[in-house]
């Protein structure tokens, strides 16, 4: 007898930053990284931008953000935050 966590796929674990906060329970964040380019050698940086869940609204632009795979949740939405890893400075450098 196996365990039902086991027959369920790992899900995908992404990082990256919040670029854009302005709709409800959804940032926008990008993810960038470099490969190398197959003919020139040199290296290229790709950028990927997912729409993801945010429940509570509190992530903010700059926020660097751990999100999982889930679920389809709208049409765009298929990732959710999972946790905050790391803060924007506010501007004038208050907390």
Same mark, same amino acid.
């Given at each position: 007898?196996?365990?039902?966590s086991d027959n369920? @796929?790992?899900?995908? #674990?992404?990082?990256g930053?919040?670029?854009?906060?302005?709709? !409800?329970?959804?940032?926008? =964040? *990008?993810?960038?990284?470099?490969?190398?380019?197959?003919?020139?050698?040199?290296?290229?940086?790709?950028r @990927?931008?997912?729409? #993801?869940?945010?429940?509570?609204?509190?992530?903010r632009?700059? !926020?660097?953000v751990?999100? =999982? *795979?889930?679920?389809?949740?709208?049409?765009?939405?298929?990732?959710?935050?999972?946790?905050?890893?790391?803060?924007?400075a506010l501007?004038?450098?208050?907390?």
């Amino acid at each position: 007898m196996t365990n039902s966590s086991d027959n369920r @796929k790992q899900r995908k #674990v992404r990082t990256g930053v919040v670029i854009s906060n302005k709709m !409800d329970k959804t940032v926008v =964040v *990008e993810i960038s990284r470099t490969v190398l380019h197959p003919i020139y050698k040199k290296f290229v940086r790709r950028r @990927k931008r997912f729409m #993801v869940h945010d429940e509570d609204n509190r992530c903010r632009v700059g !926020d660097e953000v751990m999100i =999982v *795979e889930t679920k389809p949740l709208s049409r765009h939405k298929n990732w959710r935050v999972r946790k905050i890893l790391k803060e924007a400075a506010l501007p004038g450098g208050v907390l």
